[in-house]
Nanobody, 124 residues
Framework: VQLQASGGGLVPAGGSLRLSCAASGRTFSSGVMGWFRQAPGKEREFVVG????????FWGDSVKGRFLISRGDASNLMYLSMNSLKPEDTAIYFCAVRYGSRGSLSSGQTYEYWGQGTLVTVSS
Protein backbone atom coordinates (compact mmCIF):
# COMPACT_ATOMS: atom_id res chain seq x y z
CA VAL A 1 0.00 0.00 0.00
CA GLN A 2 1.30 3.41 -0.91
CA LEU A 3 -0.13 6.66 0.38
CA GLN A 4 0.33 10.03 -1.23
CA ALA A 5 -0.42 13.14 0.79
CA SER A 6 -0.79 16.47 -0.94
CA GLY A 7 -2.26 19.93 -0.54
CA GLY A 8 0.13 21.56 1.88
CA GLY A 9 1.37 25.08 1.45
CA LEU A 10 1.77 28.50 2.99
CA VAL A 11 -1.33 30.11 4.42
CA PRO A 12 -1.91 33.13 6.69
CA ALA A 13 -3.28 32.68 10.17
CA GLY A 14 -7.04 32.27 10.06
CA GLY A 15 -6.91 30.73 6.63
CA SER A 16 -7.88 27.30 5.38
CA LEU A 17 -6.31 24.40 3.53
CA ARG A 18 -7.49 21.01 2.43
CA LEU A 19 -5.10 18.10 2.43
CA SER A 20 -5.67 14.98 0.39
CA CYS A 21 -4.47 11.44 0.82
CA ALA A 22 -4.67 8.90 -1.95
CA ALA A 23 -4.01 5.21 -1.55
CA SER A 24 -2.76 2.82 -4.17
CA GLY A 25 -2.39 -0.90 -3.93
CA ARG A 26 -5.30 -1.19 -1.56
CA THR A 27 -8.32 0.93 -0.69
CA PHE A 28 -9.17 2.38 2.70
CA SER A 29 -12.14 0.06 3.01
CA SER A 30 -12.19 -1.75 6.35
CA GLY A 31 -9.32 0.38 7.57
CA VAL A 32 -8.82 3.21 9.98
CA MET A 33 -7.25 6.30 8.48
CA GLY A 34 -5.46 8.92 10.42
CA TRP A 35 -3.72 12.21 10.08
CA PHE A 36 -0.65 12.95 12.13
CA ARG A 37 1.63 15.93 12.19
CA GLN A 38 5.12 16.75 13.31
CA ALA A 39 6.23 20.27 14.01
CA PRO A 40 9.90 21.26 13.97
CA GLY A 41 11.63 20.00 17.08
CA LYS A 42 8.54 18.22 18.35
CA GLU A 43 7.29 14.68 18.46
CA ARG A 44 4.73 13.36 16.04
CA GLU A 45 1.20 14.19 17.13
CA PHE A 46 -2.07 12.47 16.34
CA VAL A 47 -4.50 14.91 14.72
CA VAL A 48 -7.65 13.04 13.78
CA GLY A 49 -8.76 9.67 12.48
CA UNK A 50 -11.75 8.00 10.91
CA UNK A 51 -12.96 4.45 10.70
CA UNK A 52 -13.84 3.91 7.07
CA UNK A 53 -16.73 1.51 7.55
CA UNK A 54 -18.53 3.24 10.41
CA UNK A 55 -17.36 6.81 9.69
CA UNK A 56 -16.58 7.13 13.39
CA UNK A 57 -14.24 10.05 13.94
CA PHE A 58 -11.81 10.29 16.80
CA TRP A 59 -9.89 13.42 17.65
CA GLY A 60 -6.56 14.46 18.96
CA ASP A 61 -6.41 17.14 21.59
CA SER A 62 -5.53 20.21 19.62
CA VAL A 63 -7.71 20.62 16.54
CA LYS A 64 -11.26 19.54 17.32
CA GLY A 65 -13.72 22.06 15.99
CA ARG A 66 -11.31 23.49 13.44
CA PHE A 67 -10.38 20.48 11.32
CA LEU A 68 -12.62 18.04 9.50
CA ILE A 69 -11.67 14.60 8.24
CA SER A 70 -13.72 13.16 5.43
CA ARG A 71 -13.83 10.28 3.03
CA GLY A 72 -13.65 10.76 -0.68
CA ASP A 73 -16.19 9.42 -3.12
CA ALA A 74 -13.65 6.81 -4.10
CA SER A 75 -12.58 4.39 -1.41
CA ASN A 76 -8.96 5.31 -1.84
CA LEU A 77 -9.27 9.00 -0.99
CA MET A 78 -9.55 10.93 2.21
CA TYR A 79 -9.25 14.59 3.10
CA LEU A 80 -8.34 16.84 5.96
CA SER A 81 -10.04 20.23 5.83
CA MET A 82 -8.27 22.67 8.07
CA ASN A 83 -9.91 25.92 9.08
CA SER A 84 -8.99 28.82 11.35
CA LEU A 85 -5.38 27.84 11.03
CA LYS A 86 -2.93 29.03 13.63
CA PRO A 87 0.84 29.39 13.47
CA GLU A 88 1.11 26.48 15.89
CA ASP A 89 -0.52 24.28 13.25
CA THR A 90 2.67 24.58 11.21
CA ALA A 91 3.99 21.06 10.69
CA ILE A 92 4.49 18.26 8.25
CA TYR A 93 1.21 16.42 7.97
CA PHE A 94 1.18 12.68 7.36
CA CYS A 95 -1.66 10.39 6.43
CA ALA A 96 -1.63 6.81 7.58
CA VAL A 97 -3.81 3.74 7.52
CA ARG A 98 -4.16 0.65 9.64
CA TYR A 99 -6.11 -2.48 8.96
CA GLY A 100 -5.41 -4.25 12.22
CA SER A 101 -7.51 -3.87 15.31
CA ARG A 102 -5.01 -3.83 18.11
CA GLY A 103 -3.69 -0.87 19.97
CA SER A 104 -4.66 2.71 20.43
CA LEU A 105 -6.13 4.44 17.39
CA SER A 106 -4.17 7.57 18.26
CA SER A 107 -0.83 5.84 18.42
CA GLY A 108 1.24 6.11 15.29
CA GLN A 109 2.86 2.80 16.10
CA THR A 110 -0.36 0.98 15.31
CA TYR A 111 -0.58 2.34 11.76
CA GLU A 112 0.87 0.14 9.08
CA TYR A 113 1.24 2.44 6.09
CA TRP A 114 2.29 6.05 5.86
CA GLY A 115 2.39 8.77 3.27
CA GLN A 116 5.45 10.89 2.75
CA GLY A 117 4.07 14.02 4.39
CA THR A 118 3.05 17.42 3.16
CA LEU A 119 4.24 20.66 4.72
CA VAL A 120 1.76 23.15 6.08
CA THR A 121 3.11 26.55 7.08
CA VAL A 122 0.86 29.07 8.79
CA SER A 123 2.20 32.59 8.91
CA SER A 124 1.33 34.98 11.72
Amino acid sequence: VQLQASGGGLVPAGGSLRLSCAASGRTFSSGVMGWFRQAPGKEREFVVGIHWTTSTVFWGDSVKGRFLISRGDASNLMYLSMNSLKPEDTAIYFCAVRYGSRGSLSSGQTYEYWGQGTLVTVSS
